[in-house]
T-cell receptor, first 116, second 115 residues
């Protein structure tokens, strides 16, 4: 069964420093997609970055990069040069390609606090 | 930009009331979803729909029903609200699933309190 685990309920980081948010997943499907979303206090879920299971390179989007370690089944989000506006909840998510159909499953989330 | 609009941001309802949460998307997406978000549990899928009048149960459908009479609109219905349905509800939409890479687009969420 597919599963997403985020073991860090909360994280603190100093402004302008880099931070890594952990995510591990479990699936038997060789085709899957991994996503990270940001949820500010307003409640809206904002798509950040995507990594496909067959992608050879780690995904990057501006200050966001995804450290994809397939053998370890981990998909950590790295935020470089943290900004105060990065304070939010962050969710890791996965969709299986063959067996998951329409379902995207989410981890419990990590709340990031950026300190000035 | 994709726009998913949830009609009510904050609602307070009484136990036993029938509650409607409305969601509209403007990108002609085939797929629409309702998730529930609770602290420490992340997002859990309640129902989804891949076409007009089509619906499928997600992981926690008990106590909920849905309606999709038009492509752009997906409604979540609590037939008889209970206090354990106090939560944040997120609507989402996506284009047809052609592979695992289709992201889903979320609305701003509806905070429901049942008293």
């Amino acid at each position: 069964a597919q599963k997403i685990t985020q073991t860090q309920p909360g994280m603190f980081v100093q402004e302008k420093e880099a931070v890594t948010l952990d995510c591990t997943y479990d699936t038997s499907d060789p085709s899957y997609g991994l996503f990270w979303y940001k949820q500010p206090s307003s409640g809206e879920m904002i798509f950040l970055i995507y990594q496909g299971s067959y992608d050879q390179q780690n995904a990057t989007e501006g200050r966001y990069s995804l450290n994809f370690q397939k053998a370890r089944k981990s998909a950590n989000l790295v935020i470089s040069a943290s900004q105060l506006g990065d304070s939010a909840m962050y969710f890791c998510a996965m969709r299986e390609g063959r067996t998951g159909g329409f379902k995207t499953i989410f981890g419990a989330g990590t709340r990031l606090f950026v300190k000035a | 930009d994709v726009k998913v609009t949830q009609s009510s941001r904050y609602l307070v309802k009484r136990t036993g009331e029938k509650v409607f949460l409305e969601c509209v998307q403007d990108m002609d997406h085939e797929n629409m979803f309702w998730y529930r978000q609770d602290p420490g549990l992340g997002l859990r899928l309640i129902y989804f729909s891949y076409d007009v009048k089509m619906k499928e149960k997600g992981d926690i459908p008990e106590g909920y029903s849905v309606s999709r009479e038009k492509k752009e609109r997906f409604s979540l219905i609590l037939e008889s609200a209970s206090t354990n349905q106090t939560s944040m509800y997120l609507c989402a939409s996506s284009p047809p699933v052609t592979g695992p890479g289709n992201t889903i687009y979320f609305g701003e969420g509806s905070w429901l309190t049942v008293v």
